[in-house]
């Protein structure tokens, strides 16, 4: 056993440090590229504080904020999703399974079709994505069932409801005004992102991935069967909740800050288990760094594609469709 966990633990090590490494040096490209040029030296005197000319402006308000938010986001999905994966022990989960994406997004809808502000629709999505979340363990809990298959028909039913719903605004909103809002804000962007909104959501999403990542041995233990969890002593369910809990709480917020991104948490788990194994102490750090490099370059590529701005959802659901057929191979013989 010591042989393979040496592999592993170099492996981890070399992963780990290529793609900080790589995250590194896309942070610092993204920062460079747009419709205003600056060198990756410049931009490192920038962030020296060096330079007081439009390049810090630039950096520093626009270009940065919108940075931190990619990075956050893609650690936080990456990690949500491995923790899905782990608690319904299945490598085809991802953080909507429960019906969050869909609750965030009926959430976001309504508060547009409301009329009221930016910040309110954020709040809205957040609402959504927790009350999803709720309908769908009230319904596992209503089916008199334990276990994982209750939470997931559970969670299929609520995804149904609040999918529904969501058309049945955007069937309702005005074409001219409410639905193209409705329907840029559900494709995803970071174009709109401040440092207001990092200062409130920054603390929360890293706060929240941290502790998951720090629960990495609890989800080896859910990766388990439940009769062998039970054996060990361990409170199966009132972990499997704490952690769909903590998963959907930050997935929730990754909707209200940027709306669907969709398929970095269902992907990136993958990759980093491909490259270190399946032990979450290992994985989950590796799918942080991989979640938030995916994200920081299908933005880099949502905004230097084409003139106009593509919707960072379409370049995740791009990228993440070509990345899933890549590693198809892979999956079944996890799944078979």
């Given at each position: 056993?010591?042989?393979?966990?040496?592999?592993?633990?170099?492996?981890?090590?070399?992963?780990?440090?290529?793609?900080?490494?790589?995250?590194?040096?896309?942070?610092?490209?993204?920062?460079?590229?747009?419709?205003?040029?600056?060198?990756?030296?410049?931009?490192?005197?920038?962030?020296?504080?060096?330079?007081?000319?439009?390049?810090?402006?630039?950096?520093?308000?626009?270009?940065?904020?919108?940075?931190?938010?990619?990075?956050?986001?893609?650690?936080?999905?990456?990690?949500?999703?491995?923790?899905?994966?782990?608690?319904?022990?299945?490598?085809?989960?991802?953080?909507?399974?429960?019906?969050?994406l869909s609750g965030s997004a009926f959430g976001a809808a309504l508060a547009i079709y409301c009329g009221v502000s930016v910040l309110l629709v954020q709040f809205g999505a957040f609402a959504g994505g927790v009350m999803a979340v709720c309908v769908g363990l009230g319904i596992a809990r209503m089916s008199g069932?334990?276990?994982?298959?209750?939470?997931?028909?559970?969670?299929?039913?609520?995804?149904?409801?609040?999918?529904?719903?969501?058309?049945?605004?955007?069937?309702?909103?005005?074409?001219?005004?409410?639905?193209?809002?409705?329907?840029?804000?559900?494709?995803?962007?970071?174009?709109?992102?401040?440092?207001?909104?990092?200062?409130?959501?920054?603390?929360?999403?890293?706060?929240?991935?941290?502790?998951?990542?720090?629960?990495?041995?609890?989800?080896?233990?859910?990766?388990?069967?439940?009769?062998?969890?039970?054996?060990?002593?361990?409170?199966?369910?009132?972990?499997?909740?704490?952690?769909?809990?903590?998963?959907?709480?930050?997935?929730?917020?990754?909707?209200?800050?940027?709306?669907?991104?969709?398929?970095?948490?269902?992907?990136?788990?993958?990759?980093?288990?491909?490259?270190?194994?399946?032990?979450?102490?290992?994985?989950?750090?590796?799918?942080?760094?991989?979640?938030?490099?995916?994200?920081?370059?299908?933005?880099?590529?949502?905004?230097?594609?084409?003139?106009?701005?593509?919707?960072?959802?379409?370049?995740?659901?791009?990228?993440?469709?070509?990345?899933?057929?890549?590693?198809?191979r892979r999956l079944k013989s996890e799944v078979m």
């Amino acid at each position: 056993m010591k042989a393979p966990t040496k592999r592993h633990n170099a492996a981890f090590g070399k992963a780990s440090l290529c793609a900080a490494a790589l995250l590194v040096l896309s942070s610092v490209f993204a920062l460079s590229v747009g419709r205003y040029t600056i060198s990756p030296l410049h931009v490192l005197h920038v962030l020296a504080g060096a330079d007081h000319s439009v390049a810090s402006v630039i950096v520093w308000r626009e270009r940065l904020p919108r940075l931190l938010a990619a990075i956050l986001i893609g650690a936080a999905l990456s990690v949500s999703g491995a923790a899905y994966q782990a608690v319904f022990r299945n490598p085809l989960v991802s953080p909507g399974l429960l019906g969050v994406l869909s609750g965030s997004a009926f959430g976001a809808a309504l508060a547009i079709y409301c009329g009221v502000s930016v910040l309110l629709v954020q709040f809205g999505a957040f609402a959504g994505g927790v009350m999803a979340v709720c309908v769908g363990l009230g319904i596992a809990r209503m089916s008199g069932q334990k276990g994982a298959l209750a939470l997931l028909l559970g969670g299929l039913i609520s995804n149904a409801i609040f999918t529904a719903l969501l058309s049945l605004l955007k069937y309702t909103a005005d074409p001219l005004d409410q639905l193209p809002a409705i329907v840029y804000w559900l494709l995803g962007s970071l174009a709109q992102i401040h440092w207001s909104q990092i200062d409130t959501m920054a603390p929360l999403l890293g706060a929240g991935t941290i502790v998951l990542i720090l629960c990495a041995r609890m989800l080896n233990v859910l990766s388990l069967s439940d009769d062998e969890a039970l054996s060990l002593g361990v409170p199966v369910t009132a972990l499997r909740l704490a952690t769909i809990g903590l998963a959907t709480f930050l997935s929730a917020l990754t909707v209200s800050l940027a709306g669907i991104i969709g398929w970095v948490g269902l992907l990136m788990p993958h990759i980093a288990r491909l490259m270190v194994g399946g032990e979450h102490s290992r994985m989950l750090p590796l799918c942080a760094l991989v979640g938030a490099l995916a994200v920081v370059l299908s933005d880099l590529g949502a905004r230097s594609f084409s003139a106009g701005e593509i919707p960072l959802g379409m370049m995740t659901e791009l990228f993440g469709a070509v990345g899933f057929i890549l590693i198809l191979r892979r999956l079944k013989s996890e799944v078979m």
